[in-house]
Structure formats: C-alpha cells, structure tokens
C-alpha cells in the first residue's frame, strides 16, 4: 500500500516535468526489509511492496524452502577486531561463509582478505565507499563495484566476485538491473537482527537467541563481524542449527554454475 500511494504520488509530480514516469518508478528507493520468521514458519517479502523487484532480477532473499539448508553471510565495513575470531570458529566447525567488504576494508586489512580465500570462503562486494546507490549514476555504481572486485584481486587473487550487498540494504530496480547486468546477484537475508551498534551489545545469549529463533529452511543469515556478540555465539549457533538438521553451504552451491570462486 505504501509503495503504491508514494508512486502514485511520484506520478502526479512528474506529469509536468518532462521525466518519463516509467524511469522515475524504476528508480524509487526501498530500504529492505521482511517479516521475521517464527517457529520455522517461512520470512515473508509480500508486504513489503517491493517482491516484484527482487524477483525480476534475479536477487536472493532465502534459498530453497524445502530444503534444511543456511548460507551465512557477514558484512565487513571496517574491523572491530572479530573477525579472526569468527574465522577461527568457522574453520573448527567446518562452515562456509561469504564476507562482503568495503573499500575502507580491503585497504586496512589485507591479511585477512587472505586468509578468507585462504580457507575457502568467498568475498563479496560491499561497494568501494558505502554510498546509497540509488543516488548515484550507473557508471558510478559500475566504478564502486570495480574498484572493490580490483583490488580484492590484487591482494587474494581471486579473480571471480558473483555477489553484491547492497550498502545499508537500499536498493531501486535501476539499481539491481544494473548491478545485474554487471554479472553480479544480489543478496539480501531471511535472518537478521540488530547487531551492527557495537555500543549495543547485549551478550552471547542474545545473540545466540536472535538468531536460532528466526531459523529455517532455506535461510540467508545476516550477521555483521563488528558484532562481539556474534563472534562469542557463532560456534553455539552452528551446534544449534546442526542439532535441528541443518547444513551449512556456499552460495555458489546455491548457484552452481557459478562455481569454481579461485583464479
């Protein structure tokens, strides 16, 4: 209802402009969001005004709910001093995971770039500098993905880069067109929770309890590595999840044709 009063809104406004209404629509901003899921029960995009979108583009939101599979992701603006931590956990536990990272992150932290790739994790892109790429033009979006796949090459090696995180979770259909375009699939998440404010800490269990309440099959974890929380639960998590009969796996299993990440 909400996206159809602000486009009819949009609509009326651009009459006397001279700007094609379809081109304004495709590129209305939404800021993703979804309903949780509860008790296994299946997240849900339908209210959200915006499942046409993702779906026409080809952008993840959870994988096959038929199947007890998670695919866990983190994203890595900057490092809060977690991440080998969450490394560690991943490589004893035997898990999968795909870090998007910022241009501010390649730079700072090179080693651990390395050491992502290194132990068969996947790198996504973040963007360079973390802009709202619904305001910017598509070559700009084109030079922040760029610069980000460049210089990840550089440092790892890895030649391939498939996936995109939208920075702040904001999106337009321009946006994932273009993106897609690009080669790249964008993905958003099916599990998530306030974990990013490291001044908002609340401890392992509630991280823990955030997390395994929203489970279910086909599930896109989001889980930012600034989290002390996340880094001190990850392994109980993990256990959890396994205990109930899931598996973890790559997004490249989830899209096998795009397999084969290393150069």
């Keep these: 209802m909400k996206f159809a009063v602000i486009c009819a809104l949009l609509a009326s406004l651009l009459l ?26 299946l997240p849900s995009i339908n209210e959200e005004g915006f499942k046409d979108i993702i779906d026409k583009n080809g952008a993840i939101f959870l994988a096959d709910p038929s199947r007890k599979e998670l695919f866990l992701t983190f994203d890595n603006g900057y490092e809060n001093g ?7 956990t991943l490589k004893v536990k035997k898990v999968p995971a795909i ?19 290194a132990e068969g994790h996947l790198i996504g892109n973040h ?16 030079e922040e993905l760029e610069k980000v796949k460049s210089a990840t090459t550089q440092v790892t090696g890895q030649s391939k880069m498939d996936y995109l995180r939208p920075p702040r979770g904001i999106f337009s259909d321009r946006t994932l067109r273009v993106t897609k ?29 955030k997390v395994v309440s929203q489970l279910h099959p086909g599930a896109v974890i989001l889980l ?31 899209k ?7 150069p």
């Design 16 to 41: 006397g402009t001279g700007i094609p209404i379809a081109s304004a629509q495709a590129d209305v901003a939404h800021h993703f969001g979804f309903k949780k899921s509860v008790g296994g029960q």
């Design 82 to 88: 977690f991440t080998a931590p969450i490394l560690d």
């Design 99 to 117: 870090f998007f990272v910022t241009g501010h992150y390649i730079k700072d932290q090179p080693e651990l770039l390395k050491r992502m790739v």
């Design 127 to 142: 963007s360079w500098s973390h802009p709202d790429m619904t305001t910017i033009s598509d070559t700009q979006i084109r």
């Design 181 to 209: 375009a690009l080669g790249y699939t964008n993905v958003f998440w099916s599990v998530a929770y306030k974990d990013w404010d490291v001044n908002d800490q609340r401890g392992s269990d509630y991280a823990y309890q």
């Design 224 to 254: 930012h590595s600034v989290s002390k929380d996340n880094a001190a639960a990850l392994g109980a998590i993990i256990d959890e999840a396994r205990r109930q009969g899931y598996e973890f796996k790559s997004l490249y299993e989830l």
């Design 256 to 262: 096998p044709e795009q397999a084969s990440p290393q």
